[in-house]
Nanobody, 123 residues
Framework: QVQVVESGGGLVQAGGSLRLSCTASGLTFDDAAMAWFRQAAGKERERVSCISWSTGFTNYADSVKGRFTVSRDNAKNTLYLQMDSLKPEDTAIYYC????????????????WGPGTQVTVSS
């Protein structure tokens, strides 16, 4: 049984930083593409970042480029999202998701999901 769990969300002032973590069990973590999605109230779920299984290829939504950094530690089955220079518009529930090998944009392409962690950025 695959389990995906996020942690590290919270309340932070604009300009501050947070680091999200995601641990995954029950899957071959090394073979998985791992992604961060977010969904703000009343908005569609969007992909924030993704890191592929082998080359560590990463990509980011335009809205977070230069501020967020995704990384993974395969030895610990853990995915990270370092979020710097946070803005109020980054407020959302952040989800960790996994799929086989290669990153895809649509959320429907991801098979395994965590329950999400709330990030709130105050102005």
């Amino acid at each position: 049984q695959v389990q995906v769990v996020e942690s590290g969300g919270g309340l932070v002032q604009a300009g501050g930083s947070l680091r999200l973590s995601c641990t995954a069990s029950g899957l071959t973590f090394d073979d998985a593409a791992m992604a961060w999605f977010r969904q703000a109230a009343g908005k569609e779920r969007e992909r924030v970042s993704c890191i592929s299984w082998s080359t560590g290829f990463t990509n980011y939504a335009d809205s977070v480029k230069g501020r967020f950094t995704v990384s993974r530690d395969n030895a610990k089955n853990t995915l990270y999202l370092q979020m710097d220079s946070l803005k109020p518009e980054d407020t959302a529930i952040y989800y960790c998701a996994a799929r086989d090998r290669y990153c895809q944009v649509p959320w429907s392409a991801y098979k395994w999901w965590g329950p999400g962690t709330q990030v709130t950025v105050s102005s």
